[in-house]
């Protein structure tokens, strides 16, 4: 019998699960590098289906080894903002063929990945047990940009988890504060399920880069703190930057490196220019090439991760956080409860209170002033996550939750 029959006999016996995503597989390898272990181990219990638009990055083969890749007709360009914001609105028009496809596969389970509002209840029309892979919300990112709109995106968000609720879905959670989260606005606790991140793995790791240092101007005199990742208020930038405003009459040898973008740059520059710090800020645009993304994070001092402190990022842990700490580099992160269940401060990381810029200030001179013991605690940080983001652990943790999702149709 030929190899290829034999594994797709084999896919015919297991419990097929479907997972839902805007982008194709290969684009979640960035964030969560551990994925493809995960993925592995999975497979031999589960014939893994994944659903998602195209993109024009290649294929990852050994990946794809694990999964099978149904896609949409729409290929999404995740460098440009546009192009995001004009597919999401095709892929909701696309939504009832999807539904058929979907409904197509036969699944056991379907995955849903995407918190776009009223997404997942859609799958719930297909009367298959779904189980919704918490992150962001993007009601509060879309809307809470003041009181009224974070009040609005927090009325709308209940009334959509209290329907997960009703229609018996299951939710995966990251860490304690997430699922606090969605418990008080509704959702049953006993159906919330723990599965750590597999964040942990990949290209990101200490290397030599004073060549990239030297690239964008910094001197061995200069004190530069990396932040990287996708713009937008919600991450608390425009705060970051009308505090570095603040520091550097004091420091003026403090620089930032950015390296990000995809939406919301206009803003971002803007705001730099009126605050008049272009001298101490280097920008640079998105980068996808992980190997050199890692470079640039180690042509820093110290690296930071933030997120503004708002009831949808409580439980919020950025994957820009945990690649810091992969690096071994000082990290210095909002001390939000999702953060803090990972990070004990001064010990494997740095935190700072939300909303504080005294604290912002103080521990950025901490670091500054106690190089040496920064970076011993930087080491720190990289064991810890290696530990708390093992792909094994996150691999175990998935099959028990799938385990458990079928036992319950039963």
Known sequence: MRKDKKVEMQNKQKPKLLILHRYPPEFELIPFPGLMEVYRQLSKEFSI????????????????????????????????????????????????????????????????????????????????????????????????????????????????????????????????????????????????????????????????????????????????????????RSKGYDQVLEWWAKLVKIHPNWKILFVGGTMGEGWFKKLISDLKIERNIVTIGWVSDQIVLNRYLNSVDCLLATRRNTPDTQGNTPSAFTHNLMTGKPTLTTGLPGVVEVIQHRKNGFLFKPDSFESFKSELEYIYNNRKKAIAIGKKGMQRVKEYYNANVAAKQFIKTARRMLNSRD
């Open 49 to 232: 289906v994944h659903f998602s638009m195209t993109w024009k990055d290649p294929k990852n083969e050994e990946l794809r080894k694990y999964i099978k890749v149904k896609t949409m007709p729409l290929e999404i360009n995740i460098k440009s903002t546009f192009d995001k914001w004009a597919k999401l609105f095709l892929y909701y028009l696309y939504l009832p063929i999807a539904l058929l496809r979907i409904r197509k596969e036969k699944p056991d389970i379907i995955m849903c990945k995407e918190l776009f509002p009223f997404l997942p209840s859609f799958m719930g029309l297909l009367k298959i047990p779904v189980i919704i892979d918490l992150g962001d919300w993007w009601l509060s990112i879309i809307f809470g940009i003041n009181k009224t709109g974070r009040k609005a995106a927090d009325l709308m968000e209940s009334f959509e988890i209290r329907h997960w609720n009703k229609q018996g879905f299951f939710l995966m959670s990251h860490n304690n504060s997430e699922k606090e989260f969605v418990a008080k606005r509704g959702f049953s606790k006993e159906r919330v399920a723990r599965v750590n991140l597999p964040m942990y793995g990949g290209v990101y790791s200490p290397c030599n880069a004073k060549l990239e240092r030297k690239k964008f101007g910094f001197t061995d005199k200069d004190f530069v703190v990396g932040l990287h990742g996708i713009i937008h």
